[in-house]
């Protein structure tokens, strides 16, 4: 049982004494100790209301004079003082032994609590940012078993619209998989696209200051949005993500369900999101948010050929054969590209290379051949910086038409049909 009171709890205790009200009711009352409510009757008849902790002195005392320093030099800042900051300066710069809490304690009481941040509110413009976060379900019953899905939750900043895709994993393939779907959801791209640091989306560092993965960045440039990556502990940065994720929650109820498989949950999903936005209220516009959504369709940028996803992208050099390599295998591209470099996607299950904008070639990844061979790579007019390949000539011709015939048909003498060629 707590024996400290607050100082409403110590006012409560007085009045309360003063009339009449027996120590044992007013500590059951307040869920105190009795024990607490003499003590500070005692403070209180003393003419002292603290107690004797407030006259100790601050294990901080030690290093006062480089806390006044680090304080004024903290003036000059626009930024409240972070005293979690002070703290880590005083242990590791100055061997400080104490707590943080011991820090605070002493700045509060020589500085007092510092200004209050406030925060400005801004409505966007259709079609300018959406936000876009995780929401997390440890216990969703699929085909019979307990499993964590991952709920990847989209919003568009201006009709509040959101799109909810169901994930299984939250990898590099996940994420890319869940924009695709969550775009097509919403009938369009946005110009911005505000994100939480992680490290699909954030490979080091965060914020501005952040360095974007190289996989989100060229499908961000493909699909033709902005990334914008939020300052840490700063959980109003992406405020609509944040309350269509706790909505979400409230919204699907899926774990009091159980599920056939994932596509069953989507679709249920789906139909619930939709209900929900054609009788809620956009705050920015006074309409439903599915008609707020459908205004703001027109301001979102055309849904393009969204890219497959990937989990893996290089860029790489095309060799004088042609080809690149990629993950230990060489694979062909059209000869005109031969002295320049190539954009190469790991997908699922395919490579994709591209260049110029666009995908020339795709083939099948993790094949067990280290060396594909597509003969069209070969043919085509010459250009001014880049000579086609010699054709192949008549015994080439025909190890092609052979290896190209089906098995049953192919020569049982091989030696004699390539022999008839050579004469």
């Not at 774990?255 to 939709?274: F, I, M």
């Not at 395919?350 to 110029?356: F, G, P, R, T, Y």
Request: aromatic residues 8%; glycine residues 8%; contains cysteine.
């Amino acid at each position: 049982m707590p024996s400290r009171l607050a100082r409403e709890e110590r006012v409560t205790v007085e009045v309360l004494a003063g009339k009449g009200q027996n120590h044992c009711e007013v500590a059951r009352m307040l869920g105190v100790t009795e024990g607490a409510v003499r003590y500070h009757l005692r403070k209180a008849g003393n003419g002292s209301r603290q107690d004797g902790r407030g006259e100790k002195p601050f294990k901080a005392d030690a290093v006062s004079g480089v806390i006044e320093a680090w304080m004024e030099a903290q003036r000059e800042s626009t930024r409240p003082v972070n005293v979690m900051e002070l703290y880590e300066h005083l242990a590791y710069e100055w061997d400080y032994e104490g707590s943080y809490k011991t820090v605070l304690r002493y700045v509060r009481k020589h500085y007092g609590r510092p200004a209050m941040r406030t925060y400005r509110r801004v409505e966007t413009p259709p079609g300018a940012q959406a936000q876009t976060d995780w929401a997390e379900y440890p216990k969703m019953c699929v085909q019979n078993e307990l499993r964590g899905l991952h709920a990847f939750v989209m919003v568009l900043s201006h009709s509040r619209m959101p799109a909810v895709v169901w994930s299984e994993r939250e990898d590099q393939l996940s994420w890319l998989s869940c924009h695709n779907a969550a775009f097509r959801r919403l009938a369009g791209v946005v110009a911005v696209n505000r994100i939480d640091n992680v490290k699909t989306a954030i490979a080091q560092g965060a914020g501005a200051w952040g360095v974007i993965n190289p996989t989100y960045r060229a499908y961000a440039k493909a699909v033709r949005f902005h990334v914008d990556a939020c300052s840490p502990g700063e959980p109003r940065a992406k405020g609509k993500a944040e309350a269509k994720v706790r909505l979400s929650r409230l919204l699907m109820g899926g774990e009091r369900r159980e599920w056939k498989d994932v596509d069953e949950l989507q679709c249920w999903s789906d139909v619930r999101v939709e209900r929900w936005a054609k009788r809620s209220l956009c705050p920015a516009t006074g309409k439903t948010i599915w008609e707020s959504w459908q205004e703001e369709i027109p301001f979102l940028g055309p849904l393009p050929i969204l890219p497959e996803p990937f989990d893996v992208v290089v860029t790489r050099p095309v060799n004088v054969d042609c080809t690149v390599r990629f993950e230990g295998r060489n694979y062909p591209v059209p000869f005109r590209y031969v002295g320049t470099r190539v954009e190469v996607r790991g997908c699922a299950g395919k490579v994709q290379l591209l260049a110029e904008g666009g995908v020339v070639r795709e083939y099948p990844r993790h094949t067990r051949e280290l060396i594909l061979i597509d003969p069209s790579c070969y043919e085509g007019e010459a250009t001014e910086r880049v000579l086609p390949p010699l054709p192949l000539g008549r015994m080439g011709r025909r190890l092609q038409e052979i290896l190209e015939m089906p098995v049953e048909r192919r020569p049982v003498d091989l030696y004699a049909a390539l022999a008839e060629v050579a004469r």
